[in-house]
């Protein structure tokens, strides 16, 4: 079967947006290694901030239909390491700021406005996914006395964020934190500590509500109107 035209233009934009990415890491004195898969969908709008030690090396590899959109924000140090696996989704306004290694498994929605900062490692589950405005962040900033400047001491511990868990609107895990398979955690919550897989957690700090969560009721769907996936966050 032909591929379609639509393939075919998706195709052409993904490889001029890698080799401009390729680009302006060379021009900005870095190396890059790149493992892109041609079925990818990465816009030409890409922003991207390259920095780092002169002829440090990135390593990027994106997976089969990843689709990173215009306007998501891609900063990267020389000496990190970005996996991007099979589907998964940036958004307009996401950004991925990595000087360590971050890895998504795989069918990963990142969405509106939503930041990942890995600077040590930060690795996220398959079909786990952030909604609008999510902060997961594996490192902090302290002072050592008072009138230090506290932007100038920083430290880090990874984060590890299981498979099929939901990371609802606003909500925010800190340094260190795992968070396990099949978690909700509410909107506008704050997860300062570890979450056991399957639980709700909600609040700042966040708190297991209930040990199992798997949605709203038989009763509450009943009165509810069904939407298709694409149409929610």
Same mark, same amino acid.
């Given at each position: 079967m032909a591929p379609s035209l639509r393939g075919v233009r998706r195709r052409g934009l993904t490889q001029l947006a890698v080799q401009r990415i390729r680009l302006e890491a060379k021009l900005s004195g870095l190396g890059i290694e &790149?493992?892109?898969? +041609?079925? !990818?969908?990465?816009?030409?709008?890409?922003?991207?901030?390259?920095?780092? *030690? @002169? %002829?440090s090396t990135i390593a990027l590899k994106i997976g089969p239909n990843v689709r990173i959109e215009d306007g998501a924000v891609l900063r990267l140090k020389g000496g990190c390491s970005v996996e991007l696996g099979e589907g998964s989704v940036v958004r307009t306004g996401a950004v991925l700021n990595v000087s360590g290694r971050l890895e998504l498994k795989g069918h990963n929605l990142v969405s509106w406005g939503t930041v990942i900062h890995s600077a040590e490692r930060v690795v996220i589950?398959?079909?786990?996914?952030?909604? *609008?405005?999510? &902060?997961?962040?594996?490192?902090?900033?302290?002072?050592? !006395? +008072? %009138?230090?400047?506290?932007?100038?001491?920083?430290?880090?511990? +990874?984060? &590890?964020?299981?498979?099929?868990t939901? /990371?609802? =609107?606003? =909500?925010?895990?800190? @340094? %260190?934190?795992?968070? %396990?398979? *099949?978690?909700?955690?509410?909107?506008?919550s704050t997860a300062g500590r570890d979450i056991p897989a399957g639980a709700l957690a909600a609040g =700042? @700090?966040?708190?297991? /509500?209930?040990?199992?969560?798997?949605?709203?009721? +038989?009763? *509450?769907?009943?009165?509810? &109107?069904?939407?298709a996936p694409d149409s929610l966050s």
């Amino acid at each position: 079967m032909a591929p379609s035209l639509r393939g075919v233009r998706r195709r052409g934009l993904t490889q001029l947006a890698v080799q401009r990415i390729r680009l302006e890491a060379k021009l900005s004195g870095l190396g890059i290694e &790149t493992e892109i898969d +041609p079925r !990818a969908d990465i816009s030409s709008r890409v922003i991207l901030h390259f920095w780092g *030690e @002169p %002829g440090s090396t990135i390593a990027l590899k994106i997976g089969p239909n990843v689709r990173i959109e215009d306007g998501a924000v891609l900063r990267l140090k020389g000496g990190c390491s970005v996996e991007l696996g099979e589907g998964s989704v940036v958004r307009t306004g996401a950004v991925l700021n990595v000087s360590g290694r971050l890895e998504l498994k795989g069918h990963n929605l990142v969405s509106w406005g939503t930041v990942i900062h890995s600077a040590e490692r930060v690795v996220i589950g398959e079909y786990t996914g952030m909604s *609008e405005g999510v &902060t997961v962040v594996d490192s902090t900033h302290y002072r050592t !006395a +008072p %009138g230090d400047d506290g932007y100038l001491n920083a430290i880090a511990t +990874p984060v &590890t964020v299981g498979s099929r868990t939901w /990371l609802a =609107s606003k =909500s925010v895990v800190l @340094p %260190g934190v795992t968070i %396990g398979d *099949e978690v909700t955690l509410a909107a506008l919550s704050t997860a300062g500590r570890d979450i056991p897989a399957g639980a709700l957690a909600a609040g =700042s @700090p966040a708190r297991v /509500l209930r040990e199992r969560y798997d949605g709203p009721s +038989p009763a *509450e769907r009943q009165n509810a &109107t069904a939407v298709a996936p694409d149409s929610l966050s």
